[in-house]
Antibody
Framework: QITLKESGPTVVKPTHTLTLTCTFS??????????VGWLRQPPGKALEWLGV???????QYSPSLKSRLAITKDTSKNQVVLSLTNMGPVDTGTYYC????????????????WGQGTLVTVSS | SYELTQPPSVSVSPGQTARITCSGD??????AYWYQQKSGQAPVLVIY???KRPSGIPERFSASTSGTVATLSISGAQVEDEADYYC???????????FGGGTKLTVL
């Protein structure tokens, strides 16, 4: 059974860096082809793709966030970490992690079995 | 950037067929995926690779793509199908992976 859970601060100050951890079970980065992604959803708004990290440490980021976003992994701990710098009010929302099932690295894939999400509010 | 366009809302009576469209220029070349999100919950995949239904998803959920428009159909819609539905896909380069704006389905 695949499960994921996001953890981290619920409130972040403007201009500060958000660090979230996704801890998962049921699969491992030691398996070729495994990938995990991050997504978010502002309150009352649509979903947004943030980025993915592959088993071989390849990463792909949303062009709109590329300058502020970093995704890393700790294979031994079954964790993926999201870092988003210079947080602002528009970054308020629920952040999700999910396994990314892909057949090519040109966007050919999808997310399934999402974590429950964690709400992050940017406020001073 | 790339955009997928969905109607903000669709309303049907129980037992009717609900259809939700998603328009995008790259859909003739790239698969569409559909997610259901009920209030306060994480999204759930209901359709992948244009037409395939994951295990555990009721048969009343189906989808198709014609040209630049993907359509999610829910035949015999039930009150429990009330949710926000999002399409997901990518532009031709794969650099812009996007969700549609979401469609609120009301069944009553």
């Amino acid at each position: 059974q695949i499960t994921l859970k996001e953890s981290g601060p619920t409130v972040v100050k403007p201009t500060h860096t958000l660090t979230l951890t996704c801890t998962f079970s049921g699969f491992s980065f030691t398996t070729a082809g495994v990938s995990v992604g991050w997504l978010r959803q502002p309150p009352g708004k649509a979903l947004e793709w943030l980025g993915v990290i592959y088993w071989d440490d390849e990463k792909q980021y949303s062009p709109s966030l590329k300058s502020r976003l970093a995704i890393t992994k700790d294979t031994s701990k079954n964790q993926v970490v999201l870092s988003l710098t210079n947080m602002g009010p528009v970054d308020t929302g629920t952040y999700y992690c999910a396994p990314y099932y892909y057949y090519d690295t040109y966007g050919g894939g999808y997310f399934d079995s999402w974590g429950q999400g964690t709400l992050v509010t940017v406020s001073s | 950037s790339y955009e997928l366009t969905q109607p903000p809302s669709v309303s049907v009576s129980p037992g009717q067929t609900a259809r939700i469209t998603c328009s995008g220029d790259a859909l003739p070349k790239k698969y569409a995926y559909w997610y259901q999100q009920k209030s306060g919950q994480a999204p759930v995949l209901v359709i992948y690779e244009d037409t395939k239904r994951p295990s555990g998803i009721p048969e009343r959920f189906s989808a198709s793509t014609s040209g630049t428009v993907a359509t999610l159909s829910i035949s015999g819609a039930q009150v429990e199908d009330e949710a926000d539905y999002y399409c997901y896909s990518t532009d031709s380069s794969g650099n812009h992976r996007v969700f549609g704006g979401g469609t609120k389905l009301t069944v009553l």
